[in-house]
């Protein structure tokens, strides 16, 4: 499959036009391609190919070729196992105040991934209300430093959730935390503007500076396991295809 001039003038652009992994190109590509912007087709096409086959696992290890850290904080987990890739918009509060949680929601662009750090994780800031509203809103998917509840409908619901706790009781609609500012969790320092990807086995951060070449080195990271994965099924054993043998 490939991008002809017509699809580039087209004003009616398919952004569901996908590349099989062995054509993606990522000349020039940004984090601000993640959003399609009216001009960056090529680059949102084909960002979007490698970003719909790759994993968290898959591109912790690229980000670690990187920059020798793993990106993964492994306190927060998925809550409805749902995959999603993004930028981040930060927000950090008390658990005692879910309000933030309301102020948030209308303050992210949309396609952003509303990322909070939360004081503690005896009080939930996320429910099915929260969700709703926020699946609502174009936003992508929340993660949470903290607790969630409403797991009954969250479960079920067709918008991603990460955190690192869930319980029944919430605080407040007080509306007293900030927005859009650095956040640090566990020594990881968190922008708005950079990479969220998460799915069934946790998530990865990226800074947006080193964005480019961790996608670089994420599409190589799915070439090598794919030719791996035919290895092993043309014969060769793990062992062998590693070198033990």
């Known amino acids: 499959m490939t991008i002809n ?3 580039v003038l087209n004003k009616n652009k398919n952004l569901n036009k996908r590349f099989d992994v062995s054509k993606i190109r990522l000349d020039n590509v940004t984090v601000d391609d993640l959003k399609y912007n009216g001009k960056n087709y090529v680059e949102h096409i084909n960002l979007m190919s490698l970003l ?3 994993s968290a ?6 980000y670690n070729g990187v920059s020798k850290r793993s990106g993964v904080i492994q306190s927060i987990k998925p809550i409805n ?6 930028s981040i918009f930060t927000a950090e509060t008390t ?3 879910w309000g933030t949680s309301a102020l948030a929601i209308d303050e992210a662009c949309e396609g952003d991934i509303l990322f909070f750090k939360v004081d503690s994780d005896d009080k939930a800031i996320w429910g099915e209300l929260a969700s709703t509203c926020a699946r609502d809103n174009g936003i992508k998917a929340t993660v949470i430093y903290g607790s969630v509840r409403d797991l009954d409908a969250l479960l079920y619901m067709d918008y991603p959730v990460f955190a690192s706790n869930f319980c029944p009781n919430a ?4 509306g007293l935390g900030t927005l859009n500012e650095t956040i640090v969790i566990e020594d990881m320092k968190i922008n708005s503007g950079d990479f ?3 799915d069934e086995s946790g998530i990865v951060v990226v800074p947006q500076e080193l964005f480019a070449k961790t996608m670089i080195a994420a599409l190589e990271v799915k070439v090598k396991e794919s030719r791996i994965i035919n290895d092993i099924e ?6 062998e295809i590693v070198g033990f043998k």
Do not use: E, R, T
Request: some cysteine; overall charge negative.
């Open 52 to 54: 719909d086959n790759v």
């Open 196 to 198: 969220f990807i998460g």
């Open 57 to 62: 696992c898959q591109v912790s290890d690229a």
């Open 171 to 174: 605080g407040s609609a007080l």
């Open 5 to 7: 001039p017509k699809d």
């Open 234 to 239: 043309s014969g060769k054993s793990l062992a």
């Open 81 to 86: 196992n749902q995959k999603v890739f993004g």
């Open 95 to 97: 658990s005692d105040d």
